[in-house]
């Protein structure tokens, strides 16, 4: 069984598969409290379903992309079997994960293959501590899979600078970066990596900018 959120058709927001329509699966509970998350409906509550119910309801929305996230669906253990669910029926399975504080979470190398991984490595700006982060599972990523990161003004942007030169991050990977809501201007961000000569895709959480009034359901 798994506690799931919500599960609604939406427009993925965000990574490489922006802008493609999908059925969102939310996953209850998370073990982190960014300081600029958008989703605390999916800290608590939920109803119960088991992998094949909610493959189910995916079928019935007949959308070829399914997105899994939360919250963190890595805390529930049983979502690896639903993944893998996903895959088998020939779906485009999209994970949003945190990948932070792996003790806590299922391992980034057990995400059955095929599932793109998208990992939100959280900079300083997140309020979070920065040794939380897997930096051994993500290692492990591949060309699918992608790292994204969500910057909260100039600090952000230098840290992830630094990041880059590092080597820390797979060659393969793709890297996005996202403008905190209400803290960094997008034409800003914009201009930062244009300056400083990043190799990185900008996005903004089309989502918001479709549905800018509403904070669920999409």
């Not at 992309?65 to 029926?89: A, M, S, Y």
């Not at 599932?115 to 060309?143: C, F, N, T």
């Not at 600078?161 to 960094?184: E, F, H, I, Y």
Request: hydrophobic fraction near 45%.
């Amino acid at each position: 069984m798994l506690m799931i959120n919500e599960i609604y058709a939406a427009i993925c927001g965000e990574s490489r598969f922006s802008g493609f329509p999908c059925t969102l699966v939310r996953l209850s509970g998370c073990h982190l409290r960014c300081a600029w998350c958008d989703s605390p409906h999916s800290f608590n509550g939920g109803e119960p379903m088991s992998a094949e119910a909610i493959l189910d309801r995916v079928r019935a929305n007949g959308f070829r992309t399914v997105l899994v996230t939360g919250g963190e669906p890595l805390l529930q253990k049983n979502v690896v079997e639903f993944l893998r669910l996903l895959v088998e029926d020939g779906r485009t399975v999209v994970l949003e994960t945190s990948g932070a504080d792996p003790s806590k979470l299922v391992p980034l190398a057990e995400v059955p293959q095929g599932v793109h991984r998208i990992v939100d490595v959280k900079a300083p700006g997140s309020g979070i501590d920065p040794d939380l982060i897997d930096w051994e599972g993500i290692a492990l990523l591949g060309a699918g899979d992608e790292v994204k990161i969500v910057v909260a003004g100039r600090e952000d942007f230098a840290w992830v600078k630094q990041l880059l030169q590092s080597g820390r991050l797979p060659a393969t990977v793709r890297v996005s970066l996202s403008p905190a809501a209400a803290l960094v201007d997008p034409a800003r961000l914009a201009e930062w990596i244009l300056a400083d000569g990043l190799d990185v895709a900008l996005q903004i959480q089309l989502h918001k900018a479709l549905w800018p009034d509403r904070e669920r359901g999409v």
